[in-house]
């Protein structure tokens, strides 16, 4: 079955550390995109990438990075620059818009 | 600055009963895409339903049918006879040019069905 998976489904970071989120899909979807979601709160854009090899800031990049070396990967580091890490990761892909998204599973990322 | 805005961060409705989510958004295009998504308490995405705004017809999904008003940049989202499952984080969200034909969200809607 296609789809997006994303691990681990929890996550726990001490201070000081850098962590990275996987997430992989078998759509053959071109764009990929890491939203962070916090209670209360809608999702916000962290990065995006609309092909291989390329990827943009979203609304709330510092803190994290990206990669895109492959179509159907797209790794997001939570690095210690980030003062807040501790919510629920989202990684979704879409063939273009305007299409919708599929979504992963999500992670659970916990500052210890 | 919120493009979406979803003004109920809660409700509750009974089973079998009718509810209807609201939400606003601005953009000064023409063309662009609306979404409602779904996120019951496993934290899953669904999309619920999708609208074209070129399409003056409401989209419909089963239970789920929308109130599309272009002018007035509304976008309500009706759920018919409510169920148990319908318990969720419902999204509204759109996609535009003019924010680089990317999906942004609205704040959420918590919906409740009570049996």
């Known amino acids: 079955d296609g789809g997006i998976t994303q691990s681990p489904k929890y996550l726990f970071r001490k201070e000081g550390q850098n962590v990275t989120l996987s997430c992989e899909q078998n759509?053959?979807?071109?764009?990929m995109y890491w939203y962070r979601q916090d209670p209360g709160q809608g999702l916000r854009l962290i990065y995006y990438?609309?092909?291989?090899?390329?990827?943009q800031k979203g609304d709330i990049a510092e803190g994290y990075s990206v990669s895109r070396e492959k179509k159907e990967s797209f790794p997001l580091t939570v690095t210690s620059a980030q003062k807040n890490p501790t919510a629920f990761y989202l990684c979704?892909?879409?063939?273009?818009?305007?299409?919708?998204?599929?979504f992963g599973s999500g992670t659970r990322l916990t500052v210890v | 600055a919120q493009t979406v805005t979803q003004s109920q961060p809660e409700m509750s409705v009974q089973e079998a009963e009718t509810v209807t989510l609201s939400c606003t958004y601005d953009?000064?295009?023409?063309?662009?895409?609306l979404f409602w998504y779904k996120q019951p308490p496993s934290r899953q995405m669904i999309l619920v339903i999708r609208?074209?705004?070129?399409?003056?017809q409401n989209a419909t999904e089963n239970r789920f049918s929308v109130n599309f008003q272009k002018a007035a940049k509304s976008f309500s989202l009706k759920i018919s006879d409510s169920q148990l499952g319908d318990t969720a984080m419902y999204f509204c969200?759109?996609?535009?040019?003019?924010?680089?034909?990317?999906?942004?969200f609205g704040a959420g809607t918590i919906l409740r069905v009570k049996s």
């Open positions: 979704a892909s879409s063939i273009a818009p305007p299409h919708g998204y599929t």
């Open positions: 609208q074209e705004a070129y399409k003056q």
């Open positions: 759509l053959n979807h071109d764009a």
């Open positions: 969200a759109f996609i535009t040019r003019e924010y680089g034909n990317k999906l942004v």
């Open positions: 990438s609309q092909i291989v090899n390329d990827f």
């Open positions: 953009t000064s295009e023409s063309n662009y895409y």
